[in-house]
């Protein structure tokens, strides 16, 4: 079963409405087995495809995961970048932000963070954080020292997605190429995940009270979610949403959503000049 990717963008413009996006679709594979080959096959290809965009140097990939907790973004990382050379791959994870970080814009911290040409970064969580848990609890956002001119702003959450989005134009004219999975879990898929955590002894580190607490803001998530969607999918920097009740078929999305924008990008190989194989062939002989 052919995985199309369009079927889960977000079009630019579009009214995002969650409850109309499904967290689970028709298996692409019929047993565990069809979907390891299929995913070996997705991370070999990922792994060729990387050569190439570290050796064209032309462009560098940013991968941004977002989605509620334990919807799966620290396994599709692992699984279906399994292949990747970590010389050309960089992870980095945002937590609350530090001291530091408070006294900067909200996009600051995560420049430092930004791929080099011919690299792949990921960020698990990202800048979005300061539109979604930020915007479902005030408090944070209070203690980030803005004026009460900003605060009292009307479209002040409007203002923060047109910051977004002309970040993410900035960066598309740089050569950064950006792709934003929104991982889509149903809310008994989560509760059936955290019993999981609880009940496993080698998951237990993953489940804490905040855990629980924050289950409790579940349709406040999901409306700050809907609306950054809807207010920041564009051509240069799509969001797509992802069903993630069935973990394998959502980390074969996600492969192959990767594996589209790779190949959209024009690399190639450097090209060796006329002299340069002629010095080659010199130094070959001298072996």
């Known amino acids: 079963m052919k995985i199309t990717t369009k079927d889960f963008r977000v079009r630019p413009g579009e009214n995002v409405t969650l409850e109309e996006w499904p967290t689970v679709v028709q298996s692409f594979c019929k047993s565990k087995k069809r979907y390891r080959e299929i995913l070996e096959e ?11 965009h570290y050796a064209s140097n032309r462009y560098a990939l940013l991968l941004i995961f977002q989605g509620m907790d334990a919807a799966g973004k620290d396994g599709a990382i692992r699984h279906v970048m399994s292949g990747i050379n970590p010389q050309g791959c960089q992870v980095f994870s945002f937590k609350q932000p530090s001291a530091e970080e408070l006294e900067h814009d909200f996009l600051w911290r ?3 963070c930004l791929p080099e040409r011919g690299r792949i970064g990921i960020f698990n969580r990202s800048y979005y954080e300061d539109v979604l848990i930020v915007r479902v609890h005030p408090r944070i956002l ?5 004026s009460h001119e900003l605060l009292d702003k009307k479209n002040f959450w409007d203002e923060r997605y047109r910051s977004i989005v002309g970040f993410e134009e900035h960066l598309y004219r740089s050569g950064t190429r950006i792709v934003k999975v929104f991982l889509h ?12 955590r609880i009940d496993e002894p080698d998951k ?29 999918s564009t051509n240069h920097a799509p969001w797509y949403v992802v069903p993630a009740d069935d973990k394998e078929n959502a980390r074969l999305i996600v492969s192959q959503i990767i594996l589209d924008s790779l190949s959209e990008l ?22």
């Open 42 to 52: 997705h991370v070999k290809e990922l792994s060729s495809l990387q050569r190439l």
């Open 110 to 112: 995560t420049v430092p």
């Open 142 to 146: 209070r203690a980030q020292g803005l």
């Open 185 to 196: 879990l149903s809310k008994s898929e989560q509760r059936k995940r955290f019993r999981e």
């Open 204 to 232: 237990n580190w993953k489940f804490s009270l905040a855990d629980i607490q924050e289950r409790n803001y579940w349709e406040h998530y999901r409306k700050a979610y809907a609306a950054c969607l809807s207010g920041t």
């Open 266 to 287: 024009k690399m190639a190989y450097p090209k060796i000049t006329s002299s340069r194989r002629r010095e080659l062939a010199g130094l070959r002989k001298r072996l």
